[in-house]
């Protein structure tokens, strides 16, 4: 099936998946290619962190979430932020197939119920592997993928992370599939293919991130599926207690979380890294890194968290002056 085909016989489907999308957004409801981004601000959360892909919003009722979708190889941004009291935070990102660009910030007090600013999207592609003669076989995909950002936390109680994960149709990957590889992520518990960088506060932290992993998909040869790559950025608070103390976190990953490529397949345990083809409905080349849009494209979006974030410091020091 060539690219034209596919992208020709998923775009009605597409379509009409897009035209009842929840207003709540779920990567289980998008169809390649397409995807989401939600960025939301609230004074206080759950604490617990939400998987990214998942629905975010039911975490922000005490606050608010913007959100934006896309099809095909458009983009989609969204920000939003927050200001009362000594409280103010603020998130935004921008999302197009191949690529994912967040930032967010927090000042909070420690008796601050978890306040959070976080942004939670990806992008799905419907996509197709052939291998001559190997027709109907599962096989091992092994897609590289890499993030650059910085993170920083500061007083006693201030977290900022980003997490990535993956997902074939509505299936999160599982670690134990051959070939993934969580590169040089954090290192904490899970049965998925969940990467993440984060930094807490106590003492202040601030790290650069050159982030590097390699997703395992087990696709059978011939049949279309779904890829589809989420991401979560927060910055937040790590506890909540009864001190006044003010912290502050950010997170910076405008420059991305990127796709490399498809780096080879793994057939019976051997690595193939030639004669295959992968068709995708967004006529991307999974093969190569996929192209990111010029900076000037998604740079204006970005700004609008300064922006966003500006106004809500000003408020935070308007009222700091007013008591």
């Not at 994960?165 to 599982?174: A, C, I, V």
């Not at 049949?223 to 909540?240: E, H, K, M, N, V």
């Amino acid at each position: 099936m060539s690219t034209r085909t596919l992208a020709r016989a998923t775009a009605l489907l597409a379509a009409g998946v897009a035209a009842s999308l929840h207003a709540a957004p779920r990567h289980q409801d998008i169809v390649g290619p397409g995807g989401f981004m939600q960025s939301c601000a609230a004074p206080s959360s759950p604490g617990a962190p939400r998987t990214p892909g998942t629905n975010f919003t039911a975490d922000f009722a005490s606050g608010h979430c913007t959100l934006a979708y896309f099809t095909g190889n458009d983009t989609a941004s969204a920000s939003d932020a927050y200001s009362g009291g000594n409280i103010s935070n603020a998130s935004s990102g921008s999302v197009g197939i191949g690529h994912i660009h967040m930032q967010s910030s927090n000042t909070s007090p420690g008796n601050a119920f978890f306040a959070i600013a976080a942004s939670n999207g990806g992008f799905e592609d419907r996509l197709l592997l052939n291998l001559p003669g190997q027709t109907g076989k599962t096989v091992y995909m092994l897609v590289a993928m890499s993030a650059d950002g910085t993170v920083s936390a500061s007083g006693p109680a201030g977290a900022s992370q980003i997490e990535v994960t993956g997902y074939m149709n509505t299936s999160e990957l599982m670690a134990g599939n051959p070939g993934y590889s969580r590169g040089n992520s954090d290192l904490f518990t899970t049965d998925r293919q969940r990467v993440a960088w984060g930094a807490s506060s106590g003492p202040n932290t601030s790290r650069v991130i050159d982030g590097h992993w390699t997703f395992s998909v087990p696709v059978v040869v011939g049949t279309a599926f779904d890829l589809g790559i989420y991401a979560r950025a927060q910055s937040s608070q790590r506890s909540y207690g009864a001190i006044s103390t003010l912290s502050s976190t950010a997170l910076d990953f405008s420059h991305s979380v990127l796709v490399q490529g498809v780096s080879g397949i793994l057939l019976d345990g051997n690595l193939v890294t030639s004669g295959y083809t992968v068709a995708a409905a967004s006529g991307l080349d999974w093969t190569q890194p996929l192209p990111v849009p010029e900076p000037g494209t998604w740079g204006l979006m970005l700004a609008g968290l300064g922006w966003l974030g500006r106004v809500a410091r000003r408020r935070l020091d308007a009222a700091r002056n007013d008591v």
